[in-house]
């Protein structure tokens, strides 16, 4: 059993990166990826845990895209973390998040809410400032009674305070993955979209676009949709992806490895992916 998917205080966990390894072997995972949003800055730390823990540690990112004019997350995982091209193409969308976040608060201050960037700034342990900070800010201030309030009245889709991400397309990012040795895989597609989204089509197009894989189980999906996504993996040929997303205490309920309690991420899954990662079969977009 194994985690592909999780965040440190790198980005918008509570954990520390060498407190998620040794999370990882206590509970007897044969492996785990740190996936923090837009940032390689926890991986040193991580994967320097290695020779002490049994757990393979897996290096891993989730980059901030948009597809169909929504917010879409792609991981990447199994590149090189030392690729000095995937590191300042990274950089880039760091940059184009600090810009969303000045022009978040610049939002917030036209519909009524004087936040400082500098205060949400202070709940980040890293260079990484993500809404997550803005949100626990705007309860703190008392903008918003909860951060689910936050997100759905203020900063999340369709709040009235909402700032997109300047565009990744989606075949950026895999390119970008697949050039540092990596294999790039659509983040919990059953939470994007909405209820009716058909995905069937929708995998196919980002198939196109050189995506290898999705994750097929997912810390918050219900056995039927984990069905659903298995059985659309196998159909497309891509590869089935699998981890908790866990936060720590940030999102709470989720626990590394099982996610709400029943994720179990089989090791099939990664010994998939080494033999398209080893062999270099990674997918090649279609042009056209
Ligand atoms: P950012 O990467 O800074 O745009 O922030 C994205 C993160 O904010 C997501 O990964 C979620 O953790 C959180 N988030 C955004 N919208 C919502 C929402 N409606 N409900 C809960 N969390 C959300
Ligand atoms: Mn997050
Ligand atoms: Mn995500
Ligand atoms: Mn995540």
């Not at 949100?135 to 909402?162: N, S």
Request: hydrophobic share 40%; glycine share 10%; aromatic share 6%.
């Amino acid at each position: 059993m194994l985690d592909l998917h999780c965040h440190s205080c790198f980005s918008d966990g509570t954990e520390q990166p060498e407190d998620l390894a040794l999370m990882a072997d206590a509970a007897g995972l044969t492996a785990l990826a740190l996936t923090d949003h837009d940032t390689l800055a926890g991986l040193p730390r991580f994967l320097a845990m290695q020779p002490k823990v049994r757990t393979r540690l897996v290096p891993g990112i989730e980059l901030s895209c948009r597809f169909l004019g929504r917010e879409l997350h792609i991981l990447g995982l199994l590149f090189d973390p030392g690729d000095a091209v995937f590191r300042a193409r990274v950089d880039t969308v760091r940059i184009r998040r600090n810009a969303r976040n000045e022009a978040l608060v610049a939002r917030l201050r036209a519909v009524g809410v004087p936040i400082e960037l500098e205060a949400v700034k202070q709940l980040a342990p890293s260079e990484l400032v993500s809404r997550t900070h803005f949100a626990r800010h705007l309860v703190a201030m008392g903008a918003a009674p909860t951060p689910q309030d936050a997100y759905r009245k203020l900063i999340g889709e369709g709040g009235a305070a909402f700032v997109p991400f300047e565009n990744l397309p989606p075949d950026e990012a895999a390119r970008w993955i697949h050039e540092a040795g990596g294999l790039a895989i659509v983040a919990h597609p059953g939470r994007f979209g909405g209820g009716n989204f058909v995905w069937a089509e929708a995998m196919a197009e980002l198939r196109i676009h050189g995506l290898d894989g999705f994750e097929a189980y997912y810390g918050e999906y219900g056995p039927q949709e984990q069905r659903h996504f298995l059985e659309l993996a196998a159909a497309l040929e891509m590869l089935p992806s699998g981890g908790s997303d866990y936060h720590g205490t940030y999102k709470p309920g989720l626990s590394l490895g099982t996610g709400r309690g029943s994720l179990r991420v089989p090791d099939s899954v990664l010994e998939a992916m080494l033999r398209v990662r080893d062999r270099g079969m990674m997918r090649q977009p279609v042009q056209g």
